[in-house]
């Protein structure tokens, strides 16, 4: 079935993103076609963090997130630089019918992002002026919104779903499986309040930045990784 940009037995097809290794759908992920069999199939929805830009794939949350998990849980990368939840939405519905995912985790992205669908698809970023008219609330329902949209895919496929946050954390209901804090991007430096002797006091002046000079560095990504496997390692199998 399709309608305008939505399918659900098709993923989105993007450019590829130079200097990366993606798949022809423009993923930082293997092909889709054959789809391997033997393994429980997880999705990853998120923005320019999660996809690893200025990152080597190994060094992403999501490659390390990976490694401490089970062999028998297969990674799908399907974060895009740029991203919003709209479009994690419309990225996720074409999975139902080619990846036929067990796990969904999503990280999101600031919740002021939009997907303007016209002639093509298009990401809106919080500085774009289409955006002049939102606020904070429509921000929060729109974000909203979206999540409901997940959760009850996740639902009708009998899917298990994670949620976490890239750089702010907002609400969720206390029913659902959040990873509230930390984000991607306090997690490092990692600085414990308590004066325990194995307390984390180390202070760091240089930031950890990624090799594109923007985005977040390979500890940022290696501390989330740990502390994501740390909160869901008894759910997520």
Known sequence: MKYGFYADDDLPRFDPVYGYKTNSYGYRCPEFHPLPDG???????????????????????VAQAANKFTETLRWWNLARPGGSADQ?????????????????IACWPSYSRRERLDIYPKNLTSADP??????????????????????????????????????????????????????????????????????KKEKITIPSV????????????????????????????
């Open 88 to 104: 994690m939405i419309r990225i996720v519905y074409g999975t139902g019918k080619v990846i036929f995912p067990k796990i969904i």
């Open 210 to 237: 990624a090799r594109d000079g923007c985005h977040y560095g390979v500890e940022h990504h290696r501390v989330f990784a740990s502390r994501f496997y740390e909160r869901f390692k008894h759910k997520i199998k």
């Open 39 to 61: 393994k429980k199939n997880i999705v990853v929805l998120g923005c320019s963090h999660t996809f690893g830009e200025g990152l080597p794939e190994e060094e992403t949350w």
């Open 130 to 199: 289409l955006l002049k008219t939102q606020n904070a609330y429509t921000d929060q329902n729109n974000f909203l919104k979206n999540v409901f949209f997940l959760e009850k895919f996740a639902e009708n496929i009998q899917a298990k779903i994670f949620h976490c946050f890239a750089e702010e954390s907002y609400n969720l209901d206390n029913n659902f499986n959040v990873l509230k804090e930390p984000t991607i991007k306090n997690c490092w430096p990692e600085w414990d309040k308590h004066h325990l002797p194995n307390a």
